[in-house]
T-cell receptor, first 110, second 114 residues
Framework: QKEVEQNSGPLSVPEGAIASLNCTYSDRGSQSFFWYRQYSGKSPELIMSIYSNGDKEDGRFTAQLNKASQYVSLLIRDSQPSDSATYLCAIQVGAQKLVFGQGTRLTINP | DGGITQSPKYLFRKEGQNVTLSCEQNLNHDAMYWYRQDPGQGLRLIYYSQIVNDFQKGDIAEGYSVSREKKESFPLTVTSAQKNPTAFYLC?????????????FGPGTRLTVL
């Protein structure tokens, strides 16, 4: 089992709808979780970090963490074409390392 | 302007050659990281450094070498021993003052072996 698993997609969502991205992980000791957005040909950009169970909201983005079920998700409300990108889930393993999922490619259709 | 810079943006190498990728940060971050990304894949850790003059191997260190002589700089050398070096190379840094392990990335270097 991979340490971090994401559905590679592509996930297609109509403009204005809610996009839901999911990630599962295997290390029960992980305490820090991150979502990065990566546009084609560019480097990843940190958009959300979450450290405790529950929801964390930042503008149109909501991260959800459930440590008991070992999943973390990202919701994007009122999806815009500019949200079309690959979204990478990352978890902290040990004191210094991040382990990344393979990413979910999201397309917002106008 | 604070940030992480990587150079060059594109690099072409002949088989058998060593090449060095530059990574510089002026964010006063303590920790720096090198990742490799292959098409359609996530990031894999090559090397990381928590302080000057110290670094640790990541998951795929074979065929790579690094140095950390200055806090601001963490160059990566791709040696001829690396069997499949064509990839997108990303440098990241992290402040010890931030919670968790929030890492911030430079723009990347795309290496192609001819």
């Amino acid at each position: 089992q991979k340490e971090v698993e994401q559905n590679s997609g592509p996930l297609s969502v109509p403009e204005g709808a809610i996009a839901s991205l999911n990630c599962t992980y295997s290390d029960r000791g992980s305490q820090s979780f991150f979502w990065y957005r990566q546009y084609s040909g560019k480097s990843p950009e940190l958009i959300m970090s979450i450290y405790s169970n529950g929801d964390k909201e930042d503008g149109r983005f909501t991260a959800q963490l459930n440590k008991a079920s070992q999943y973390v998700s990202l919701l994007i409300r009122d999806s815009q074409p500019s949200d079309s990108a690959t979204y990478l889930c990352a978890i902290q393993v040990g004191a210094q390392k991040l382990v990344f999922g393979q990413g979910t490619r999201l397309t917002i259709n106008p | 302007d604070g940030g992480i810079t990587q150079s060059p943006k594109y690099l072409f190498r002949k088989e058998g050659q060593n090449v060095t990728l530059s990574c510089e940060q002026n964010l006063n971050h303590d920790a720096m990281y090198w990742y490799r990304q292959d098409p359609g894949q996530g990031l894999r850790l090559i090397y990381y450094s928590q302080i000057v003059n110290d670094f640790q191997k990541g998951d795929i260190a074979e065929g790579y070498s690094v140095s950390r002589e200055k806090k601001e700089s963490f160059p990566l050398t791709v040696t001829s021993a690396q069997k499949n070096p064509t990839a997108f190379y990303l440098c990241a840094s992290k402040s010890s003052g931030r919670p968790g392990n929030e890492q911030f990335f430079g723009p990347g270097t795309r290496l192609t072996v001819l």
